[in-house]
């Protein structure tokens, strides 16, 4: 492969991943089983699309199935969201070049909801933070971060550097968080993850989570373990007794003693929710988004908006995949959520999405709600304000335009 | 900064990629996204209540503690280095895999740890090297301001 006889991309792929690995001091590489990529015009730019038409023109193929995660463009909504016909093009040129390299291109963040879920140790190379937390928590499957070339590498040389979550040593908890909380909906789980992620910013932090009162469900974990990735750039937490290489307190910190003991409470948690401030400014935009909706989460919008309308003036958004919209349409949820008023947007993320900013300006945007923690962390480069609230009270914001608080 | 010695002046890193590069400092108390906190348009830290907002990131050495979030980081690198508002290396307290994957593939050069509190000799303006291949990271001389 260095060699170039495979052709120059896939020597430039294992050339990038040999720096990498010596960064990290990674001994050698482990073969992996399913890649997960980043790829579309807003996150790569020009530039990075060049480089794609370049491997794709040399005739590159992923070796193993490689798929991709949310976009910027629902081709669907271009028109209606007023996004940028040239990028719009751009993407589809992408995909298509996507596609001559053999990459799937499913187009979602909850991969591990809807198309692989890898097995105790397994190794994969997967990107998009939410998607590598999970992997290596709740499935105990071996991921790093992987950026969308370093993903597109892996793809391409069907391996990674040995470093980082490949490795025990750093498989094992850091520090302990007693749970002394009442978790009702999936706001409050990434709230706990904002919690415990803003203090310990560190991709070697391992959260051991204990106090657990229930088996939480896998939409629940979605939602913890985005948010610890994103406000604590973490890819990896236990829970004892539900994560699978935390039978025991012992186990998940295999030996080692926790660097620190902290507990989350009630008054943490709704210290969260008053920690947002609506500025003075209307609530008339409210987003479920980052990570996309589960068939679960959107059954349970179609419920709650069901015979409602969204409030004159407000707009709300719900992004999906592919798979899941198609089903929700079956089973009638689609129909009771897009009747209220609500945009469903597939293959996309709210926060990537091509024109975000102009569009703040032009639907005059300030604040956002969400029961996304990550999604109202992550959105600030985009000058939003963003509001926290749990997901029937966003739905009663989205119907009123007025905070339930 | 008479009596300092050459090594006062210096700091080790312990991890490190890329070409020798100097330049100046900018130096943050918050970690760094260049999804979360950049306008990758202009290079300026944007997101409201950053400790660098207002900030131009373009050819300076960004000396931050921790690295945020985000797989995009990764084609970002390689985005703003074509736009030419990159900067000329990024000094991490801690940094992730992206971070590391987004600079390498980008050329940009990166580095990770240090051996002693940067914030007490660099300030934001002053001219600094930094060299991968010794892993260090250099005060040249006092800015300006």
Redesign the interface.
Known sequence: MLRGEQGRAVQEALQ?QL??G????AKRFVPVSNVHM??DIE??????KS?LERAAQSGAKCRQPTTT?ARCIDFAHVEHLKQDSNEARKEKELIACLRRMDVITADTCINYQTLYQPHLGEHVAW???GT?IYANSVFGARS???????ALAAGLTGRVPE??FHLDEHRRGTFQVNLKVDLNDLADWGAIGKIVGSGH????AVPVFTGIKRTPTADELKQLGAAL???G?M?MFHMVGVTPEAPTLKAAFGGRKPKEVMTVSNRDLEKVYAGYDTQNNPLNLVVFSGPQQSLFEMKTLATLLKGRKVAKGSQLFITTSNGVKSAAKDLGYLQDIEQSGAIVLEGVCFY?LQNLPQMRVREGWSNLVTNSAKLA??I??H?F?TILRRTAECVDIACTGRDVR | MSGRTKTGNTIRVN???GNIVEGEALVSTE?F?P??????WSGLI???GHALEGHNIKDKILIT????????????F??I???GIAPKAFVFG?????M???A??AGIT?T?GWSADPYALIRTGDIVRVNPARRTLTLVRRGNS
């Open positions: 990038l720096e990498v010596r960064f990290f001091g980043m790829g996150v790569m730019g020009d530039a990075g480089f995660n990107g998009d933070t590598v790093n971060f992987e950026a969308g070339p370093a470093y980082g910013q560190d991709y070697y990735a994103s406000y750039s890819g990537i962390n992550i600030g480069a000058k304000n | 991890r490190a990629f970690g996204s999804r979360y906190d950049l306008d990758r944007s997101r409201p503690p921790s690295a945020k979030g985000g797989i995009a980081a990764g084609w970002a390689y985005d280095q074509h736009k801690v940094t992730n895999p992206v590391v994957q987004g390498v593939f990166i990770e």
